[in-house]
């Protein structure tokens, strides 16, 4: 299995724990790895009356940097274009907000998570 294949099953691997993890606080997921012209958001679910467009980014321990620090200004654009989509597309009319959910995962057991961390309501500014 070369690099590409690694990052990308990690990253499927990354969505699905996002998806358990925000079920289990109570949210409903909406979509998954909703695609449009401008890029891809990896979930999108509910809470109360918030729409949310969570960007997953997934790491194993010891990454020199925070999996979050990937959600560039770029990214955060294509995102925004994106949810702008969905948005358009649902005729949706109420709160949104966008998160990034960090998964770390161990590095022998790359099927155990270490560590998640949601970080609510980011990147307005894009």
Do not use: W
């Not at 918030?50 to 997934?58: G, P, Q, W, Y």
């Not at 948005?87 to 560590?115: M, P, Q, T, W």
């Amino acid at each position: 299995m070369n690099v590409t294949d690694k990052t990308k099953e990690n990253g499927r691997l990354g969505e699905d724990y996002a998806g358990r993890f925000l079920a289990a606080k109570g949210y409903e997921i909406v979509a998954r790895n909703f695609k449009t012209r401008f890029g891809e958001i990896d979930v999108i679910a509910k809470t109360g009356e918030i729409l949310i467009f969570a960007e997953v980014k997934t790491r194993t321990e010891g990454y020199l940097c925070a999996p979050g620090e990937a959600v560039t200004k770029p990214k955060q654009k294509r995102i925004l274009a994106a949810a702008n989509e969905y948005i358009l597309a649902n005729e949706y009319h109420g709160a949104f907000r966008f998160d990034v959910i960090e998964i770390e995962l161990f590095h022998r057991d790359k099927f155990s998570v270490k560590r998640i961390n949601h970080i609510e309501n980011v990147y307005l500014e894009a």
